[in-house]
């Protein structure tokens, strides 16, 4: 089949490691542009409205399903809690009521009052500043396009397989990434999607190999095409040579190889080879994700993400869900610290316990983050005895995202000591000697980090915005993405600034984006004097043993010499030829 069919080689974003070879399996998960747009009379709501709610009771039985075949994979608990998410989503006013005012009001059927709803979500998501919360607008789609589905009689699962199939598809949903059978799906390929979306991280947890956002998967791919998918390089060959397949499956063993030896060596201290201890710590969204990222050889969590608490509810969340989800992780870390990252959501309509807070069409560069927080006062005060209080039973740090100047961390510090003395006054014990640290995410803060260092307690680089905001560009928009450049020469010297300054002021320096966890770039972080890395519990291993197989002589060698160059291309060239040199001596297991 491979020498008569024309060999592509198409390329995407590495979402789950692994090397798969197989048959191509062709999916329409694309969404539904076709479908009936009708005016009804009066006496055809009640009906139309129970045709909407019916189909939004089989799209529960249908996740509600998902969710006990996710769990048949005994796959960590937080990745069925994505798919309860999407049950909380079919209950969601934001969605449900409006779709039913729309048909009562404009005298619409429930497909066309539904897609309506779902532009004007999505519009909303759009305009987030935050790329990890803008790409929940996924999620919205899928929970959208499943009850469309429903309402027009397209089928929503049950794929026809066949033994080594690897599914090619616009995109999936989580749910239809947890129904896959393992015995017969070896992974797959879709054109949307990121590093950041729920199906990759779902597909991480199955263990599943997976290359997204190729953009043109389904269109170029046949049903019945051999296919080589590489999810370490974001690689997919379609209908390969029988030397391009012989190559491919050395790969692989090599791969499970080195998999099964990093995790044996996963809880190992990061020591380079000239004696210099790194720590690798763990991002964490969700709470019941904790063991999880220790099991995975985490030091501690450097990020823990709670905007979680906010999504997908009428109320603002109280002081006790603050303590009580804090506390849990707190305890489990311990002794290794946990920095809780306070609000950074931007106050767009669709979190419906913010909508009467803002309403702003350009949340990127407008109220969110620290700047909503110090604007509801309240709101921030209660998070931060929640954390101040949970700071009472183990290792606890505070990390305020998006500051943007001197002016916002002395006014953050000042709720801060303000909620200290309340809490001191009611007899609520915490850690008197909480350490206070701050995100370096935008220029303005990363170029003033030797002003800043003096009030803060450590600094963690956030690097998703930061190359967001220094080369103007959302990597969102598939128009400039390609500008979304990691290795820009100005992006790398922020970085050495902001290390240079912390460490001038004597506070160490981590990172917490998704720099941190791209063995490409361990290197160059190491070399520039980061102190720690905070990265995916499935990076974890993999930039340990980055660090333990180099030298920081020669780590700083590598950047004395790209700090000479001049465009991104030429480091990420000078990069990738240095790794493949190394690659005996960086990646041979002892």
């Known amino acids: 089949m491979s020498a008569q069919r024309q060999v592509h080689i198409l390329h995407g974003v590495p979402a789950s490691a692994g090397i798969a070879i197989g048959q191509a399996v062709v999916i329409d998960t694309r969404k539904i542009e076709r479908y009936p747009k009708l005016r009804i009379s009066e006496d055809r709501i009640e009906d139309e409205m129970k045709r909407f709610d019916d189909a939004v009771g089989l799209s529960e039985q249908q996740i509600i399903e998902a969710i006990r075949a996710l769990e048949a994979h005994n796959v960590i608990k937080e990745h069925s809690l994505i798919l309860e998410t999407h049950l909380l989503m079919l209950k969601d006013p934001a969605l449900m009521e409006r779709v039913k005012k729309l048909i009562s009001d404009e005298y619409i059927n429930a497909e066309w009052a539904l897609k309506i709803a779902l532009q004007e979500i999505e519009e909303d998501f759009e305009a987030i500043g935050d790329e990890y919360i803008k790409s929940r607008v996924a999620d919205t789609t899928f929970v959208g396009e499943r009850i469309l589905r429903n309402l027009v009689g397209r089928q929503t699962s049950g794929f026809h397989l066949v033994d080594n199939s690897i599914i090619v598809a616009h995109d999936l949903s989580p749910a239809d990434t947890a129904i896959l059978n393992k015995n017969m799906v070896l992974g797959f390929a879709t054109d949307a999607g990121g590093l950041t979306s729920h199906t990759a991280i779902i597909a991480h947890s199955l263990e599943m190999p997976a290359v997204v956002g190729i953009e043109s998967a389904s269109s170029l791919i046949n049903p019945g095409d051999q296919l080589i998918l590489d999810g370490i390089s974001g690689v997919v060959i379609v209908n390969p040579t029988e030397s391009q397949i012989s190559e491919y499956r050395n790969r692989a063993r090599s791969y499970l190889s080195l998999e099964l030896k ?12 000239d004696g210099k201890y790194i720590k690798v710590k ?3 969204e969700f709470k019941d994700e904790v063991r999880t990222v220790l099991d995975h050889g985490a030091e501690g969590i450097g990020l823990y993400r709670t ?36 609000l950074d959501l931007g106050g767009d309509k669709f979190y419906s316990a913010l909508s009467r807070l803002i309403n702003e069409r350009n949340p990127v560069m407008g109220l969110r983050a620290i700047r909503l927080c110090l604007k509801e006062v309240d709101i921030f005060r209660t998070q931060l005895r929640g954390i101040l209080r949970a700071s009472h039973y183990g290792n606890t740090s505070i990390m305020f995202p998006m500051i943007s100047g001197m002016e916002e961390l002395t006014k953050a510090k000042g709720i801060l000591e303000e909620t200290k003395v309340s809490l001191r006054k009611e007899g609520i014990p915490f850690d008197e000697n909480i350490r206070v640290g701050i995100m370096i995410e935008v220029p303005a803060a990363a170029v003033i980090a030797d002003i800043l260092a003096k009030e803060a307690d450590f600094f963690s680089l956030g690097t998703n915005d930061l190359i967001q905001y220094t080369i103007a560009i959302d990597r969102g928009n598939e128009y400039v993405n390609y500008l979304y450049e990691p290795l820009h020469p100005a992006v790398l010297r922020l970085i050495q600034f902001t290390i240079d300054a912390g460490h001038g002021a004597g506070i160490p320096v981590s990172m917490c984006g998704e720099m941190a966890g791209r063995e490409i770039y361990t290197p160059i972080l190491l070399g520039m004097g980061i102190d720690s890395l905070s ?3 499935f990076a974890i291993s993999h930039v340990k043993e980055m660090a333990r197989k180099i030298s920081i002589e020669k780590c700083r060698n590598i950047v004395s010499h790209i700090f000479e160059m001049k465009t991104a291309s030429a480091i990420y060239e000078f990069m990738s030829k240095e790794i493949m040199e190394n690659a005996h001596d960086i990646f041979e297991l002892s």
């Open 262 to 273: 990093l995790k044996e060596k996963a809880k190992e201290p990061a020591i380079t080879k």
């Open 282 to 284: 763990g991002n964490l």
């Open 307 to 342: 905007e979680f608490l906010y999504l997908n509810r009428k109320d603002i969340p109280t002081e006790d869900d603050h303590f009580e989800a804090y506390k849990t992780v707190v305890e489990t870390v311990s002794p290794y610290n946990t920095v809780i990252r306070t």
């Open 535 to 537: 990265t995916n519990t």
